[in-house]
């Protein structure tokens, strides 16, 4: 076979295996929101679920999802940040820093099941924090704190050191370099990181089930006080989130339309982690585009 | 010409001013630059005349770039700094230096320009707010002044606002002039700063320096030997880590008296 043929050959192969990676995700997605969307309406998106009778709705879920996405966030953001600014620009290149990062790296592939188990024994139980959302949203910072970590250092990486040299040069010490300078300049990447994270804490619900529980008991929306538990804002009450519902209508459910409300559920849950992939890509754009020029 | 290399490196012409005639800015003894266990600087003893540019010259890897990375001690986290640099009676080599400070002294230009993705305003702006200068007017006043030294003013002043970024290189580059000159240096270091530049812009910034030197030392790496004879006082010839020739402009390039800058200079090396 010449070169030329090979070529062509190759282009052709290539073509086809990237046309079916987009076929199959065009599919799965196209038969999720098929099958899901007409079930989306205010009701459905706004009241609580019915376990026995049709016409629940996935309101409280949904509500449970974005408050332990906000929690999970609150938690692990400043940590990460401290991480990923020390491991990049702080901490010395030895076999020390090295086993951290291999460790990261390591945790960052932990299946999100044994996250979920080891949130059970640790949170749940030994710290009797129950399952409730602060179980939940720990086990979620475990789960998120490697991702946005290395995240964070590669955004801080990929800024070029002449930007810490002008700091310098400047006059200004480290820390004015980096805190006023390298992470301004990095922040359209770091924001696009945190938003495709959030992204992934959303649809979790493996590392959930043992931590935040399987229960969405009814809530009290005019009373915004997190000290009472039927409070919304509850940091101690159980909270099935939207992902969790879904595997548990799935595996157990009882009401007559379990299957309408899993697919509109799924629908919702898939449109949500594509809205925040969008909004990553629009905010980083945007940032950047700010920084760069007017 | 390489045997001529190892036959004539003994050979030195250092010039030492008279320090009644002569104001002495900043000045280095006995200094050497080792990285990890190779030594990059052996010889490199110069004294540098106040409001004078002194120009270092040499072929890649002669150690110029990283001599003068050493007189600000930019390299210290790189590299290993032994001796003394003096400046103002003080060697600001030893660990009592507060580097941060000392660097508001001798600033530096660099050879790509690193303007922040910060707006043309801020870039000057910033390191003087990050030192408790906060009075807008004031801000405002140095911001155009130093525009006007790096001879930049008119271009951008209505775009004060935009990113530093949108800039054309040669901009860039003068932008970060204004930035170093904003703080009120002693003494400016600039690492070829026109080598990534267009012959244009590399003259409006030769024009810039000269004008400068009347409030400045400077003391300027470059590849380019007309640049360096255009602008220069004082030329310092670097080969392998040492100081070969440091006399004035005009004899290095018309009567050198080392061998090898003799070679250097008419192009048959480097």
């Known amino acids: 076979m010449n070169a030329k043929r090979a070529d062509k050959l190759a282009t052709g192969i290539l073509y086809f295996v990237a046309g079916l990676v987009v076929l199959i995700l065009v599919a799965l997605l196209g038969y999720i929101l098929v099958q899901g969307v007409p079930e989306i309406s205010w009701h459905f998106l706004t009241s609580p679920a019915l376990a026995f009778e049709a016409g629940g709705g996935i309101g409280i879920q949904l509500f449970n999802s974005f408050y332990l996405l906000f929690l999970a966030l609150l938690i692990s953001l400043p940590i990460s940040l401290g991480a990923g600014i020390y491991l990049n620009e702080y901490a010395p290149q030895n076999t020390l820093t090295g086993l951290v990062r291999t460790t990261i790296e390591i945790l960052s592939s932990l299946p999100s099941v044994v996250v979920g188990l080891f949130g059970y024994l640790f949170f749940v139980v030994q710290f009797k924090l129950g399952f409730s959302i602060l179980s939940g949203a720990f086990a979620l910072t475990v789960f998120n704190l490697p991702i946005l970590t290395r995240s964070i250092e590669e955004a801080l990486a990929n800024i070029d050191d002449n930007q810490r040299e002008a700091g310098y040069a400047l006059g200004l010490s480290r820390w004015e370099t980096v805190t006023k300078i390298v992470v301004p300049a990095a922040l359209p990447s770091i924001i696009t990181g945190v938003v495709l994270s959030a992204g992934r804490i959303f649809g979790e619900a493996a590392a959930l089930i043992y931590t935040a529980g399987q229960s969405a008991p009814a809530l009290n929306f005019s009373d915004w006080n997190p000290f009472n538990i039927s409070s919304p804002l509850s940091p101690m009450r159980p909270a099935e989130t939207l992902a969790v519902h879904i595997w548990k209508i799935n595996s157990e459910g009882i009401m007559p339309d379990a299957k309408a409300v899993s697919a509109g559920a799924s629908a919702v849950l898939i449109i949500a982690v594509l809205l925040f992939n969008f909004l990553a890509r629009w905010l980083g754009k945007r940032l950047y585009k700010h920084l760069t020029a007017e | ?270």
């Not at chain 2, 010409?1 to 002569?22: E, G, L, V, Y």
């Not at chain 2, 030294?149 to 970060?176: E, H, P, Y």
């Not at chain 2, 290095?252 to 070679?263: A, E, G, Q």
Request: charged share 25%; with cysteine.
């Open chain 2, 1 to 270: 010409m390489a045997d001529n290399t190892s036959m004539t490196t003994d050979q030195r012409n250092i010039m030492k001013f008279d320090p009644k005639a002569h104001e002495i800015a900043l000045s280095t003894e006995d200094l050497h630059v080792f990285y990890g266990k190779s030594e990059a600087i052996s010889e490199g003893d110069l004294q540098f005349e106040r409001y004078k540019i002194s120009a270092l010259i040499g072929p890649s890897g002669s150690g110029k770039s990283t001599y003068l990375r050493s007189l600000n001690r930019m390299n210290d986290r790189i590299a290993t700094v032994n001796g003394k640099i003096m400046y103002r009676g003080l060697d600001i080599n030893s660990n009592d230096i507060d580097v941060y400070e000392m660097r508001r002294h001798i600033g530096m230009v660099f050879q790509r320009p690193n303007p922040f993705a910060k707006s043309i305003y801020e870039n000057i702006a910033f390191a003087l707010r990050q030192r408790g200068m906060n009075n807008k007017q004031e801000l405002d006043e140095i911001v155009e002044r130093s525009l006007r030294q790096a001879a930049m003013w008119d271009q951008v002043k209505d775009d004060l606002n935009k990113s530093a970024l949108a800039l054309s290189g040669g901009q860039q580059q003068r932008l970060c002039i204004a930035r170093a000159i904003a703080i009120k240096p002693d003494i400016l270091l600039l690492d070829e700063p026109a080598s990534a530049l267009d012959p244009v812009s590399t003259s409006q910034i030769e024009d810039t320096l000269l004008e400068l030197k009347q409030n400045y030392t400077i003391i300027i790496v470059t590849h380019n030997m007309q640049q360096a004879s255009r602008i220069s006082d004082y030329t310092a010839f670097f080969n392998l880590g040492k100081v070969l020739e440091y006399a004035e402009t005009g004899d290095i390039f018309t009567n050198p008296k080392v061998d090898l800058t003799n070679d250097y200079i008419s192009g048959n090396f480097g």
